[in-house]
């Protein structure tokens, strides 16, 4: 059963800096690409980023981004430890939002499949 | 990349079919078979329930069916049940190589 959960949320203030991690299980977490989508507190979903896993012959680690996020947020991931992440910097009350990760469909898709139970930002002075 | 536009609300009496549009451009919903719809319940994460304009995971029941026409897809519920009142997303993957939501849709029982 695939496994996805999410920590690191919390309070920041803005400008200020969050890392969040998401702890993987119950799937070859290196063969599938993972993503963050966010939502704003009583808003729709919205993709924020992807980092593409391995085919099974080469790892590829390529990462996409939102528009809306680029050069503030950097997703990363550590197939040895099954953790995927998103560094966040210059936050902005924008960004509040409950965070999910989530497995997409294979090595290389920014389509969510499963998702975690999501952690909150909250960036406020 | 804009937000694929869906109807708020909509509702229907258990029983009945009721039908969510979700609209794109020819960058998304018009160029490619990639189109998703997800269920999520309050204080709930997401849950697939469509993939690929009309397949359903292991699990979801038959009366969740999707299509597509143009830049519009949609999803059908028949025979409307009790457990259905939730918020509706539809996605699609666009030409920038990412992935769209929807505005999304509260589907009410009445």
């Known amino acids: 059963e695939v496994q996805l959960l999410e920590s690191g949320g919390g309070l920041v203030q803005p400008g200020g800096s969050l890392r969040l991690s998401c702890a993987a299980s119950g799937f070859m977490f290196s063969r599938y690409s993972m993503i963050w989508v966010r939502q704003a507190p009583g808003k729709g979903l919205e993709w924020v980023s992807e980092i593409s896993g391995s085919d099974g012959t080469t790892y590829y680690g390529t990462t996409f981004y939102a528009d809306s996020v680029k050069g503030r947020l950097t997703i990363s991931r550590d197939d040895s430890k099954n953790t995927l992440y998103l560094q966040m910097s210059s936050l902005r009350a924008e960004d509040t939002a409950v965070y999910y990760c989530?497995?997409?469909?294979?090595?290389?898709?920014?389509?969510?499949?499963?998702w975690g139970q999501g952690t909150l930002v909250t960036v406020s002075s | 990349q804009s937000a694929l536009t869906q109807p708020a609300s909509v509702s229907g009496s258990p029983g009945q079919s009721i039908t969510i549009s979700c609209t794109g451009t020819?960058?998304?919903?018009?160029?490619?078979?990639?189109v998703s719809w997800f269920r999520q319940y309050p204080g709930k994460a997401p849950q697939v329930v469509i993939y690929d304009i009309n397949n359903r995971p292991s699990g979801i029941s038959n009366r969740f069916s999707g299509s597509k026409s143009g830049n519009t897809a949609s999803l059908t519920i028949s025979g409307l049940q009790a457990d259905d009142e939730a918020d509706y997303y539809c996605s699609s993957y666009t030409s920038s190589d990412t992935e769209v939501f929807g505005t999304g849709t509260k589907v009410t029982v009445l």
């Open positions: 020819s960058s998304d919903v018009g160029a490619f078979n990639y």
């Open positions: 989530a497995k997409a469909i294979n090595w290389r898709s920014p389509r969510p499949d499963s």
